[in-house]
T-cell receptor, first 111, second 115 residues
Framework: QKEVEQDPGPLSVPEGAIVSLNCTYS??????FMWYRQYSRKGPELLMY????GNKEDGRFTAQVDKSSKYISLFIRDSQPSDSATYLC???????????FGQGTRLTINP | DAGVIQSPRHEVTEMGQEVTLRCKPI?????LFWYRQTMMRGLELLIY????????DSGMPEDRFSAKMPNASFSTLKIQPSEPRDSAVYFC?????????????FGPGTRLTVT
């Protein structure tokens, strides 16, 4: 079993829809949770970061962490065609340098 | 500011040949990471350095892979001999400990095809 599980999709939604992306994990030591966005033929770039449990909002993006369920989510409101990309969750333990990534979910927003 | 620089961007080689991938981290960053990305396995950490010293190479798939960081501004990942199953996109990333310590900055990647 992988430490981090993420549905690879693909996921296709109409412009303006609310998008929900999720990851589950098995390592209870994970404390730092991140979402990276990767456009085609580019390197991943950090989109959202959360420490421990709770919510974090940044514009149209909201990241949620539920440590009791070992479940993290990324919500995109008012989705735009420019949001079309692969979204990777990543996490690491306190004091660790290694990031463990999910498989990535390929998202397409249709105009 | 220049981000992480990788070269070449694309590499096509024949099985058995030596391949060398290059990375220049962001100036002043003290951590450097090498990743491999495939459709089947996703993004995997191969090795990382701190202040030019290899810290964890447990992700290196086998002895055919080696990585060096001779100075703070340059690192190489070498595959010798290369095999078709090494075909993937290889990313280099760097990080500054005293900055936003959770953020790794990725380069554009090198797309390697071994025929």
């Amino acid at each position: 079993q992988k430490e981090v599980e993420q549905d690879p999709g693909p996921l296709s939604v109409p412009e303006g829809a609310i998008v929900s992306l999720n990851c589950t994990y098995s390592n209870s030591a994970f404390q730092y949770f991140m979402w990276y966005r990767q456009y085609s033929r580019k390197g991943p770039e950090l989109l959202m970061y959360t420490y421990s449990s709770g919510n974090k909002e940044d514009g149209r993006f909201t990241a949620q962490v539920d440590k009791s369920s070992k479940y993290i989510s990324l919500f995109i409101r008012d989705s735009q065609p420019s949001d079309s990309a692969t979204y990777l969750c990543a996490m690491r333990a306190q004091g660790a340098q290694k990031l463990v990534f999910g498989q990535g979910t390929r998202l397409t927003i249709n105009p | 500011d220049a981000g992480v620089i990788q070269s070449p961007r694309h590499e096509v080689t024949e099985m058995g040949q030596e391949v060398t991938l290059r990375c220049k981290p962001i100036s002043g960053h003290d951590y450097l990471f090498w990743y491999r990305q495939t459709m089947m396995r996703g993004l995997e950490l191969l090795i990382y350095f701190n202040n030019n010293v290899p810290i964890d190479d447990s992700g290196m798939p086998e002895d055919r892979f080696s990585a060096k960081m001779p100075n703070a501004s340059f690192s190489t990942l070498k595959i010798q001999p290369s095999e078709p199953r090494d075909s993937a996109v290889y990313f280099c990333a760097s990080r500054l400990t005293s900055g936003r310590s959770y953020e790794q900055y990725f380069g554009p990647g090198t797309r390697l095809t071994v025929t």
